[in-house]
Structures are given as C-alpha cells and as structure tokens.
C-alpha cells in the first residue's frame, strides 16, 4: 500500500497525470497512428528485441561498473526477462497508467541498483541501431549501408549528448540540494540547535551529534528508541511532552513547540525547547522531525526576573505585590470552617531618617539587611515578611491560636531589634513602633493594612519603640482627624478663625490692675463647633498652612493692641511663632511691612519661640533673631525647661523674656524639688537680664512664691482666662475706670 502512494506521489511529481502528460505527447506529435504502426511490426521487432538483449548484456560485461551488479547469474536472467517484456510493451504502442507506473518503477530501480543513466541511454542508442538495421531490405548494399552508418553516427552523437545533458541537469540538481543542505547545516550550527527525527512506524529515533553533546553524551550514547529520549525527561515534565507530541499527531495543533527539562550526563536537568512537525516520506511513513534548543540561561535569566518581580532587592524579602498574593491566600484560608487566626505586624523603624542623614544612605542600606535578618529570626513557621517600603517592614502571622499570640510576637520583635547592632567601628541601637491588626475573613486587604497602619501611627504618637494593637477608637480619631484637616485649610478663606486674648499681669500688690500684656491665642469656630488648638494647631503646621495663617494672626493682634494703646500705650503685643515662618526667606521683611502697615511700634512686640526651633534651626534660626532684635522686637522663649535646650542658648540668641512653663508651678507648694528648679530658672533669668513671666498661675500660694523669688510678671486662670477681643475691652475700660 505505501508504494502504490509513493508511486502515486510520484507520477504526480513528474506531471504524468492528466494535462501533463497530453501536453508531452502533443509536442511529440504522438497519435493513435503512431501506436497502429508500431503494433504492425511488434512480431519482428521481437526477434530483434531478443538477439539485442544477448548482445547488451555481453557488451555491458566489457565495463567494471555495471558488470559488477550483474555478477549474479540469476539477476542477470530476470533482468532479461523484464527487458524483453518491455520491448514488446513498445510495440505495443499504448500509453496507459499501468505503462506510466512500470516506466516510472524501472527508473526507479535503476536509482536503488545504482546504474548510471550513461549506461541505460547508450543501450536505447544501440536498440534503435539493431532495429533500423532489421527494417532495411538489404542493409549491405552500398548506398544503404553508407546511410545507415551516418544514421548510426548521429543516433551515437546525439545519445552522447542527451546523457551529458541529463546528468549535468541532475548534477545542478545535486548541487542545489548540497548547497541547500549545506546552507541549512550552517544555519543549524549558528543557531547551536540539535536535530531528531522520528520514524512513528518502526519508532526509530535519530539524533544530531549536538542534539546529544548538549547533554553531554556521544551521538550513539543517545540510543535509537524514543523510550531512551523519554527516560531522560524530567519526570515532571514527561506527561506534558508526551500531550504536546500526541496534540500534533491527532491533528489538534499545526506543530511541536514545547519547553521541558532533560537529564544531562551527569544526571544534572537542561531546560530544552523542542519543536517538530510530522510528515510522510516518499515511502509514505509518518515521520516527525525537529529541532531542539538549549533554553537553560534564557530560563535562569527568566528565573531572575521573575524573582526580582516577587523579591525586595536589598532585603531578599518579598515584596508588597507577593505580599498581597499572601494576603489573598490567608483570607482565603480564614473563610474555610475551623480556620485559626492571622494578624499583620507593621513595623517602622524609629529615626531611621537620622542614621541615612548622618551615616548616608549606604549605612542606611546595611542596617536596613541587619533589621531583614533579625526579623526573619522572629517569623514562625508558615509566616510572611514584606519590605513594604523604605524603613516599613510588614509580618505575615498566619495560623495564630489567640490574636494575643501576634502581640507576644511583636514583643519578641522588639526585644530582637534592642540588641546592639554594629556596622564596623560604629555600634548603633535601632528601636522600632508596631502595628497590631487582626485579619478578618470578611475584611478587604487594603482595610487590614489599614488598620495595621493605624495602630502603628498609634505605637508612634505613644512614643515610640513600642507595640500598638488595633482598635475601633483609632478608626474614629482619623476620620475626625481627617474631617479636622479638609476643614482647617479652609478656614482662613472662610473667615473661621479668630483670636482670643490671655492677659499678662505686674503680680506687685502695689502696681495696677490694668494688664502689661496681652498673649494672643488662635481661634477656630467651624460652624457650631469650637475645635481645640491642640486639634488643628498641628494639622496647620504639617501642611504648611501656618505660614499663611500666622501672617493673618500677626497682622490681626496688632491692629487690635494698637487699637487698644490709644488708651493703654504701655500694653504689649505677645504672638506665638511657628518654626516653619521663622524659616521663611523674607519673614523679616514681611514682618516690617505689618508693622508699618499697622502703625505698631516694634519694640512693644513680643515673639514667642519654642526651644525645638532653637535646636532644629540653630543656624538660621539666629540670623533672623538678630534681625529682629535689631527693630526692636522683644525674643521670649515659651515652655523654657521643658525641652533639650541647652543653657548655652541664653546667652548665644538675642533672648528678652523667658516664660516659666505651668508644669513648675503645679506642685510648687508640696515639692520641695520643684520650688528649688523655679527659684533656679528665676534667679539664672535675673542674672542674665532676662524678665521672667509664669505661665499657669492658678492659686494665690504660686503668686507668693514667685513674688518672693523677684518673678512679677505672670498669668493663669487665676489672674485672667483667654477671652475675645470685646471682652479684654472691656477689662482696659474697667481698668481705666477704677484708676
């Protein structure tokens, strides 16, 4: 059955089918006639077909070639014997398929055995001279014999010439096909891919030299089976090869491409690419042939990728795309019956801006490997740690017994990172805050993370180096903090704000009711409701507002104290200052220009700093108080004793009033200690100069002390609350009325 296919395939190859083969008979001018005339001498032509083929055969002998295939003397007879049927098959004179296939398999034939085709076109020559001489009536005689001979002579030149012409045309045909095959071996080594090829019927495998040295084998060491090319796949991946083969064999897919990993020599794996396609050979076998390509680094640099995509690249830990993945997982586990427990541990690092900003950013780096290592030396068994971001650590806890169980973890972690920690010469302690937050199964991702962050920014405000758990409360305080902050920064343009006046008395029995000075304090009504400044106070120093808003106050207190010193001249103006508007480029100037423009004089304005401004912006900072003391504003520094500020500063910023803070005077009447630190502060601020005025005086025992220590300025709820503009009127008329 497969020959008759290849045979098929061939005649249709050569165009002997249908149009191709009329179009040859019609330039040969073949017809019927020529068929009727060839059977009228098929009876001679047989005699003469017989005694030719005795004649070839001994003539064929003479030539080492072909007499070495027709050394066999039954091979010879049966040749014979098909060259005297065929002879008689032309006389028979009709081009039927069952001549086509037998002219076709002779060729063929003569292909296998090997016989060049000089051999067989030198015997049609001599044929076609055997007959011509049978059909002469008498060939000897002169005239005919000289034609013969010449006839003879071309017939030799032009056999001559048809197997030249042949064999060059076959030989170009070689040619290509070597330069093909050439062309395509060379492509095949730039490409360094290894060929198979597979016969399905007899499941003969074959292998190219570097389809076997890529794992590292000689050629033969491969085996001839395909069970010796599946032995040596990875186990898990043979199943796939074997379904992406089986794909393209029923026809489902157009090829083979398919990537899997083989065993190498050493038993080592090779990741490979193998792609094929099946086909039918001239036999009509199934045969698949292909290609395969070592992928291993293409897959390693792959490996990286997909690592670097899932992985922090200084810690090694995973990051916040692969921790959500985690995530994801864990909610999915807590929504299945009897699931345990799991929490988040967000961790920050406390100060770690100090070490980039003092060590650089390499030292950051190191520190932040160091912190990696002793977290992953706190994790459980089946836990997660996340870089979340810059000096932000987050931990995984899954499969917790009790939610307390996470808190004895944040514990463990703490105490982990005390631990002195040395990067060469330097030893450093890096402490950090914790969020504690539950994970629940109804609970989106972003709300767990949410909620973890609260109870850190929680740890933070507490004071750091400690662990906060989550609660409802933290929800609440940041959503109205967040109500606090989208409304504050519109207050000024509202007309919101307002200011509030605290008196400031000469505490002398003998001196007059009328106040010194004046505090001015910012107000902030928002609709109905009155927020406290310790609400929206530090709201407007994060975003900057302050600057804005504090040239508002600025210009407001003294409009209304000059306002006031038309009847009280004596009275001074005493303003809270922000940090952020002392760092303001132009603040002094912008100052001047209030003052003018309110017809205040400078030196009956006092600005009150803090001693983290100080410290913060030491450098700055003392310019621009100068400047100012230069105009003759009054420098009160408020809440003195206590901050970090060193003594030093007394003397170094152009200082005038020192304000005793409310915490010295609470217990000064039942703690000896704290009497001794307010007769200290008085006695230190009298001997450099410097007025002194208390804050927070509440009883009449703080006034005897203070007066006692040569302190007379002060203020409190005893001597006056802060009230409105109106109100602080009417206390100057009151007091201008009694004088």
Known sequence: MEAVVVLTQLLDRLGLEGAGLQQRLDYLDWSEQDGERLRALAGAAEVVSAGFVEELYERLGRYAEPAAILRDAEVVGRLKGRQRAYYRGLFEGRISIDYLRERVQIGQVHERVGVELKWYLGAYRLFLSRVLEAWLDDPREPVRQELLAAFDSLLKIVFFDMSLAAEAYIAAEHRALESSEARYAHALRGANDGIWDWDLEHDLLYVSERWANMLGLAQQQVGQRSAHWFERVHPDDLPGLRRAIDEHVQGRQPWIHHEYRIRQFDDDYLWVLTRGVMERDAEGRRRIAGSQTDISERQHFQRQLEYAARHDPLTGLINRQQLNLQLLAAARRLSRPGARHAALLFIDLDRFKLINDSLGHA????????????????????????????????????????????????????????????????????????????????????????????????????????FKRFDQSMQDRVRQRLKVESNVLQALQRNEFTLHFQPVFDLRPDRSEQPVAVEVLLRWQHGEEVVAPAAFIPVLEESGEIIPVGYWVLEQACLQVRQWQASAPNLYCSVNLSGLQLQEPDFVERLRQILQKTAMPARKLVLEITESLLIDQAGSTLASLRELAAMGVKIALDDFGTGYCSLGYLNRFPLHVIKLDRSFLNEVHSNPKQQSLCRAIIGLSRSLGLKVVAEGIERQDQIELLLGEGCCLGQGFLLGRPMSGKALEQLLQGCLGAE
Request: include cysteine; aromatic fraction near 2%.
């Open 363 to 466: 030292a950051g780096d190191r520190v932040l490997v160091h912190v990696a290592e002793r977290l992953r030396g706190c994790l459980r068994g089946g836990d997660h740690l996340a870089r979340f971001g810059g000096d932000e650590f987050v931990m995984l806890l899954d499969d917790l017994a009790c939610i307390e169980d996470a808190e004895e973890v944040a514990a463990r972690v703490l105490v982990a990172l005390r631990q002195p920690l040395c990067l060469g010469e330097r030893s450093l302690v890096v402490s950090a805050s914790i969020g504690v937050a539950p994970i629940l199964p109804e609970q989106g991702l972003e709300d767990a993370l949410q909620a973890a962050d609260l109870a850190l920014y929680s740890a933070k405000e507490a004071g750091k180096a400690r």
